[in-house]
């Protein structure tokens, strides 16, 4: 049943994730809190997420399965768990995949001069088109994701190398005008631009040999990411000074610098190949999530949602939160900040999974200890948006619940309430995830086998 994701299509994807639009808005946002020395959470936050990354990696290719850190969580510490968790990353994608379609939508409207009507329209299409993308299939949407990572690498390495020759020292001093804690906060923002890596767990069931892939798409990732996300970080603050801070399209005054007029639609460009990907990838990931949190009950759907039908639930929110953002209800630096939150919360979970499920002498073992530490400091700096994750917890347990009591009402007479709920603990941990899951031993032989034979 697997898609048949390979290297390439799979790097575009986890670029995708990770490589959203955030790095549009964010260098602003981080400078805001810290001034130059915001280039230390992008330095700091990059070295945390090779550990984080590796970790899931790890995790993705020794339990592929559509669940994702959902299904990790439940494997490590119980069926409880397991519905907060999913809840974090599938309700959190109404949030950021409207603030990313509406930062491109802005980049968009700066280059034609135009006002938030246009922002709103090319971020509706933005969410249209990766929805049938999706619709279409994983291959097909995954083909897409290829060419415009090719096309987005291309495009902000000659934004780096032209803008670069503009740097002045000047404008790194003072270095840490707010204090250290102000590089804490930046970092508790800059955080949505480094999650992601938990989004490619729910599609490693997708790939043809996730033993062989997984880890090599994550480093091949985090390598092009990295280097991206450090030069554009320092030229922002080195082109720019004190301005990177007040400014909601830095990338267009960077790129002034160096190709002048052209700047407004080459920057309008970058913003529509990051905004497609960040949400093609993201909506990829949530719809197989939702089918997989359906089929356990910890999703108030029928359990026969397939992928589909989680798509088409997730778009709705998608447009209801884009037009409420849109209207200026919702400030867009809310949503992020709020899905920051969501997804450390996601990222610290999948690391305590790790610490239980791996082995125990191993190197990512020390990593997910270690980066459980580094990621619990991230969550703290996140301060008063840690209240929508904890929402959302007790949310997932009281559908739960509600679920298992509406299991208990159509049981047979003489069922036990505990035996119900086992049985439908057990269904949840055997039954087989659409895409490539675990179904039972035999399977599990067959899978491996198969992987086999692709590695050679």
């Given amino acids: 049943m697997r898609t048949g994701l390979g290297l390439r299509t799979g790097t575009a994807l986890c670029m995708g994730a990770v490589l959203g639009p955030g790095v549009l808005a964010l260098p602003s946002s981080a400078a805001a809190a810290a001034g130059p020395a915001s280039v230390l959470a992008w330095a700091g936050l990059i070295a945390l997420s090779l550990p984080v990354a590796l970790v899931f990696a790890a995790l993705s290719a020794r339990h592929p399965d559509a669940g994702g850190v959902s299904a990790f969580a439940r494997r490590a510490f119980g069926e409880r768990a397991a519905a907060p968790v999913g809840w ?76 670069s020759a503009h740097l002045r020292a000047a404008h790194f001093t003072p270095f840490l005008p707010h204090g250290w804690s102000s590089v804490g906060s930046a970092a508790g923002v800059l955080f949505f631009a480094f999650a992601g890596w938990e989004a490619i767990s729910h599609l490693s069931g997708e790939f043809t040999a996730p033993r062989r892939d997984l880890p090599r798409v994550t480093l091949l990732a985090w390598a092009v990411v990295s280097c991206l996300y450090l030069g554009l970080a320092v030229v922002t603050t080195g082109v720019l000074g004190a301005r990177a801070g007040t400014t909601s399209t830095p990338l267009t005054l960077v790129l002034e610098r160096g190709i002048g007029p052209y700047a407004h639609g080459v920057a309008a460009g970058a913003a529509v190949l990051l905004t497609f990907g960040a949400v093609n990838a993201y909506l990829a990931g949530g719809a197989r999530l939702g089918a997989a949190l359906a089929r356990s009950g910890s999703l108030p759907a029928p359990a026969g949602l397939g992928t589909r039908g989680s798509l088409a639930l997730l778009a709705v929110p998608c447009a209801a939160v884009l037009l409420i953002a849109a209207r200026g209800v919702i400030g867009l630096e809310v949503l992020l900040r709020a899905t920051s939150a969501c997804l ?23 990593a997910a200890v270690a980066g459980c530490a580094l990621v619990a400091v991230v ?47 057990g269904r949840a941990q055997r039954a087989p995830v659409e895409q490539g899951a675990e179904a039972d031993p035999a399977y599990a032989e067959v899978a491996e086998l198969g992987e086999r034979r692709a590695e050679g």
């Fill in 88 to 163: 974090w990353f599938y309700w959190t994608v109404p949030l950021g995949v409207p603030a990313a379609a509406l930062i491109g939508g802005a980049y968009v409207a700066d280059a034609t001069g135009r006002g938030g009507a246009t922002a709103t329209g090319v971020a509706a299409l933005v969410l249209a088109a990766a929805v049938g993308a999706n619709l279409a299939g994983l291959r097909t949407s995954g083909r897409a994701q290829l060419l415009m990572a090719g096309l987005l690498t291309v495009l902000l390495i000659v934004t780096i190398a032209v803008s």
């Fill in 379 to 425: 969550v703290a700096c996140c301060g008063v948006y840690l209240v929508v994750p904890a929402v959302l917890g007790v949310a997932a347990l009281c559908a739960e619940r509600l679920h298992l009591r509406v299991v208990r009402g159509a049981a047979p007479r003489g069922s036990s309430g505990p035996d119900v709920q086992g049985r439908v603990q």
């Fill in 344 to 366: 450390a919360a996601v990222t610290l979970a999948g690391m305590a999974a790790a610490v239980v499920l791996l082995p125990r002498r191993g190197a990512l073992r020390r």
